[in-house]
C-alpha cells in the first residue's frame, strides 16, 4: 500500500493566503479569528477544571478582539469622516491603516495625519 504524505497543518493555512490582496488576507484571518474564539468556548464549556475554562475563556476573548480589529482595518468606509461625503470604493480618498477615511480635500487639510490615529493617510486602494 502507498504510503499518503500528509500536508502540515501550518502550510495548508498558509495556502488560504496566498495570492490575496493584504485587506483580504486581513478579512480572512478575523473569520479565522472568530472561529478561534468559538472552538475556544467549546472547550471551556466542556472544561471541568475552573482555572482551565477561565484560560480558555481568556483566549477566546482575545480571538474576538483580534478579529475585531482586523474587522475594523479591513472593511473600507463609504464617506468622509469629516464632513460625510460619499465616497464609493473607486473615489479618489486618502485612509489610515485602521480604514480611517476621508475625502481628499479633508485629507489634505489633515497634512494626510489620521487625526484618530496618528497614522499617515494614504490614497486608498
Given at each position: 500500500m502507498k504510503e499518503e504524505k500528509?500536508?502540515?497543518p501550518e502550510q495548508v493555512m498558509a495556502s488560504l493566503f496566498e495570492g490575496r490582496e493584504r485587506l483580504d488576507q486581513m478579512a480572512l484571518l478575523a473569520r479565522l479569528e472568530h472561529g478561534g474564539a468559538s472552538?475556544?468556548?467549546?472547550?471551556?464549556?466542556a472544561e471541568r477544571n475552573v482555572k482551565?475554562?477561565?484560560a480558555l475563556l481568556a483566549a477566546a476573548e482575545r480571538e474576538?478582539?483580534?478579529a475585531k480589529m482586523l474587522r475594523l482595518m479591513s472593511t473600507p468606509k463609504g464617506e468622509c469622516e469629516k464632513c460625510q461625503a460619499p465616497l464609493a470604493l473607486g473615489a479618489e480618498a486618502v485612509s489610515c491603516a485602521f480604514q480611517?477615511?476621508?475625502c481628499a480635500e479633508c485629507g489634505t487639510g489633515y497634512n494626510h495625519v489620521c487625526p484618530n490615529c496618528g497614522g499617515e493617510l494614504t490614497r486608498r486602494l
Open positions: 500528509s500536508i502540515p472552538i475556544y468556548r467549546a472547550w471551556a464549556g482551565a475554562r477561565e474576538e478582539a483580534n480611517c477615511t476621508f
